[in-house]
């Protein structure tokens, strides 16, 4: 879904809360909802002291900053248009944000080439017209460790046979308007599904 550039975002929780990112008028940029964000970061606890995240199409930074604000250990954020990496770079400086690397970047040939098992979570929120939710999801799923997490955000929801190829299967889902919201969870290996619950799904 499309939605109008705010001008700005704000910083829900942490060490930054209530610092603005800015947003700027650029085509399928569309920043994370805030009531989205607050509910994606109660899932995943408001503390995230030690975790290892990847952005992966960074955009206005919000996932990402959000995350360093709560405390995560490293936070790269990814954003192939040099100007929006540079409005990153400013923000990182401004907050003086330490754990964060901005990198003007290919999200998916970045994500192809790094090594497996290396973040706790990967957010994955492509610019909706693009159709890059399966390409991403594939290049995100080995990055994240084993009972680690990949955020997606897309237009339609994931249904469990088409993630559990990639190891996944739906934690949390939630809809606010067109958006569908999925926090994905990464299985050990050789992890086999309840015979009662064939997504993996918790009840």
Not at 41 to 67: I, K, P, T, V
Not at 132 to 157: C, H, N, S
Request: charged share 25%.
């Amino acid at each position: 879904m499309r939605h109008a550039p705010a001008g700005e975002v704000r910083i829900i929780g942490g060490q930054w809360k209530r610092s603005k990112l800015p947003v700027p008028d650029r085509p399928g940029l569309r920043p994370t909802p805030d009531r989205v964000r607050e509910t994606l970061f109660n899932w995943l606890g408001q503390d995230l002291a030690g975790w290892r995240c990847l952005d992966a199409f960074a955009g206005s930074g919000a996932l990402g900053f959000e995350a360093a604000s709560r405390g995560a250990a490293e936070v790269v954020l990814l954003e192939r248009d040099r100007e929006l990496a540079a409005r990153l770079e400013q923000s990182r400086q401004r907050l003086k944000a330490e754990p964060v690397r901005v990198e003007a970047t290919d999200a998916l040939g970045w994500m192809r080439r790094c090594p497996p098992q290396r973040f706790e979570i990967v957010f994955v929120d492509p610019p909706f017209e693009a159709q890059l939710f399966d390409a991403a999801l594939a290049a995100a799923a080995p990055l994240v460790v084993p009972d680690g997490f990949v955020y997606l955000e897309a237009d339609r929801p994931y249904a469990p046979d088409a993630l559990a190829p990639l190891g996944l299967r739906v934690h949390r889902h939630l809809r606010a308007g067109s958006v569908h919201a999925h926090l994905l969870r990464r299985e050990p290996e050789g992890y086999t599904a309840p015979a009662d619950q064939p997504d993996g799904s918790p009840r």
